[in-house]
């Protein structure tokens, strides 16, 4: 019986399967509610068409359930749909309308069957010698294009597969074997490889457990870390804190004590100056004296000036200044015992925070290459980035750096991170932090890394360093290694860039204020330059 096609059994109003079917008198059938609700609209002369072929009906036909058709339709709803070919399923090439899957496939027929249309290849006596295998849409390729046979043998000096007569005749004399049990060869190939898999599977299993078993212990020391620090540092904090009122409690004990003796002071000054006035009077009274016995009489007195301690009170507050030196420098002295507060203090505690050689990991932070900013002559290759000199089929994009040769990473850091890259030491490469606004489209320097207000650069030769920062170069001394640390401290304000290989040296630092989150950038302006982010974790410096 052939498959019922499900298109032959849909109402011709409403496109969907038949719901109680009615057939009206020229043939057509309909959902019964979809041709009462066309003829409900029709023309009120009582003249009545069907919507297919318009032929008319005076009075209205008198609807009645087609009892055969929903019995179809019935039957066709019971029908499973996985018996149907979907998307990338071999199709029965015998039925009619909507395809079903095929089962099996035949090698003499070269065509593909379902169940109903492959019955006869059991049932009928010419079909026995058929060749039957699993459905295939490409029967074709397991047919001998010389002889039209099946192919049933594998020829091991041609390593290829031929039938029968290929075997006589172009095969004749080669180490030939049935397909059958070539195929049974190669699958104990395949088992005795997969079991090696398995056991390669399990050992980088084990290899995996032991590197979160790291992992948790890293976390758990670095957590230890953590609140060490932050108990050391507050410990710290509350220090500076006492020593800094300390300090203002000495200062105001001084600044009284030796305004009180500006005062008393100031209070002899304006004694002083107040008899020196009252001897002016006097004296402008003798010299109006024209008696010369009376004059002499008058001024027969010693004509001193009046004396003060001023000279006293100059030493008492430089002495008073001196005192207040020493106490602040023992102050100074205890707080830079507890090393906080002086440079050399703080710069042991900015030591204590930037990564070590040992310690840099746990500064690490993931960058990805952006390549909606990569110049087109730079191949990026997962963490690696080279100038090629030929143009990538790179989208077009805003972002992209049109004439420098340059990439900027994803991330924007606001907080801290640290990474590291392995140079060519044949080429000149930049390593860079950028804001996000940096100019992208014009071919002058005010693009480039380093050359603007919004970018910091290293530029790194074969047989030196430099700074850059808004056209400023800064030539840069220090170990000339293929690779180069850089840490971010974006809070701080600052940044840092080191050589390493056996040790940890710092190139260079720079202590500023950044207003944005910053994105490490690189710059390859060498043909045949070339960088790698590393994985720090799995370094060339790691220990062993």
Partial sequence: MAALDPNQFCCPICLDQLKDPVT??????????????????????????????????????????????????????????????????????FCTGRKRKAVNSCLVCLASYCETHLQPHFESPAFKKHKLTDASGHLQDKVCSHHDKPLEVFCRTDQQCICDLCMTYEHRGHDTVSAA??????????????????????EREKELQELRKVVNSVTISVQEAEEHSERVLTEMIHLIESRRSVVKGLIRDQEKAVLNQVNGLQ???????????????????????????????????????????????????????????????????EVDDLQVATPRSLKKIINLLEPTLTTRTAFACQLTLDPDTAHRDLRLEKMEVEFCGQPQPYPDSPHRFKWHCQVLCKEGLSGWGYWEVERSMDCEVQLAVSYRGIGRSDWGTDCCFGYNEYSWS???????????????????????TPRIGVYLNHKAGTLSFYSISDTMTLLHRVQTTFTEPLYPGFALPWFWSKLKICNIGNGSNKKK
Wanted: net charge neutral.
């Fill in 24 to 93: 009206t008198a020229c043939g057509h059938s309909y959902c019964m509610s979809c041709i009462k609700s066309c003829w409900d609209q029709e023309d009120r002369r009582g003249v009545y068409r069907c919507p297919q072929c318009r032929q008319s009906f005076t009075p209205r036909p008198v609807l009645r359930r087609n009892t055969i058709l929903a019995e179809l339709v019935e039957k066709l709803k019971e029908t499973p749909a996985d018996h149907y070919a979907g998307p990338g399923d071999v199709e029965c090439d």
């Fill in 181 to 202: 049990a070539r195929r049974e060869e190669i699958q104990l190939q395949l088992g005795v490889r997969q079991r090696k898999w398995q056991q390669m599977i399990q």
């Fill in 267 to 333: 209070e002899q000054v304006e004694g002083e100056i107040t008899e020196l006035k009252r001897r002016c009077t006097e004296f402008e009274g003798l010299l109006q004296i024209v008696d010369p016995i009376h004059f002499l009489q008058t001024t027969s007195a010693p004509l001193g000036f009046p004396t003060s301690p001023r000279m006293h009170l100059i030493v008492d507050m430089r002495s008073a200044v001196s005192e207040l030196k020493g106490t602040l420098e023992d102050v100074l002295q």
């Fill in 458 to 480: 290293l530029a790194c030769t074969p047989s030196s360093y430099s700074f850059r920062h808004d056209k400023a170069n800064t030539n840069v001394s220090g170990p000339l």
